[in-house]
């Protein structure tokens, strides 16, 4: 570990300062005795300084830094749903066999936001040839240049499921990007598309219903626009029915 020589001189100047004052103490009491005492005191009482600016404030100065370093990144993920996630969902529930399963489940926002959420322990049935694969590379190709971006960002590797979302979509849009045709998959190759997409599909399920207890908690005008736009209702739509 490198140290700087300033903290160093720094450091230096300081124990030269306290021994100094030490000494005009003695010179001016002459009493080793009580310096004696109050040198035991002080150092006795450093560990408790140390309990109290390390494990508490520290900790509440982390705590602190970790909320606000929360609230930069989820102002990301809500871009990169605004931008590709919500679509994904839709575009990956089209291959799914138990689509409606996840509909009924996610209906009502209020239970599924709860405890627990609607979506737990839910096990999507994928199957490349129900939807459109094509267009999902089409997809991937077309947002390349954001997800690298994205990747880009260090602060969202850091927040550990988002990142492992990250992963798993870059892996699926790798596996279909380096195919020439992708509607004329072999058996073996299409039965390993199905578990990359049931992979991405169900990180992106999860960080969803995580954002949007988010947004319900801290915005609800942008909590108001996500009901309406719910990837997993056919029939969503931005307006407002009187």
Not at 12 to 23: F, G, I, P
Not at 48 to 74: G, Q
Not at 108 to 135: M, N, P, T
Not at 205 to 219: G, N
Request: hydrophobic share 50%; glycine share 6%; charged share 25%.
């Amino acid at each position: 570990m490198k140290i700087d020589r300033w903290k160093i001189l720094w450091g230096v100047a300081l124990l030269c300062l306290s021994a100094l004052v030490y000494v005009f103490h003695y010179l001016t009491f002459r009493d080793p005795h009580h310096l004696f005492i109050f040198l035991v005191g002080d150092i006795a009482f450093v560990f408790i300084e140390v309990l109290i600016v390390t494990m508490i404030i520290h900790e509440l100065l982390d705590y602190r830094d970790r909320k606000a370093k929360l609230y930069k990144l989820n102002m990301v993920i809500g871009a990169f749903f605004s931008e590709i996630g919500t679509e994904l969902l839709r575009i990956f529930s089209g291959f799914d066999r138990n689509a409606g399963q996840v509909r009924e489940g996610l209906a009502c926002f209020e239970d599924w936001l709860g405890k627990g959420g609607g979506c737990e322990g839910y096990q999507s049935d994928i199957d490349v040839r129900r939807g459109d694969l094509k267009a999902l590379q089409d997809f991937f190709l077309d947002k390349r240049p954001f997800m690298l971006v994205l990747i880009q960002n260090a602060n969202l590797l850091e927040h550990d499921s988002f990142a492992s979302l990250l992963w798993a979509i870059f892996h699926l849009a790798e596996e279909l990007l380096y195919r020439e045709d992708v509607e004329a998959l072999t058996d073996a190759d299409r039965r390993h598309i199905e578990v990359d997409i049931k992979r991405a599909y169900a990180a992106l399920i999860a960080q969803w219903v995580d954002y949007m207890r988010h947004l319900r908690t801290s915005y609800p005008h942008l909590f108001s626009l996500a009901v309406r736009m719910n990837p997993f209702d056919p029939e969503a739509s931005p307006e407002i029915e009187g």
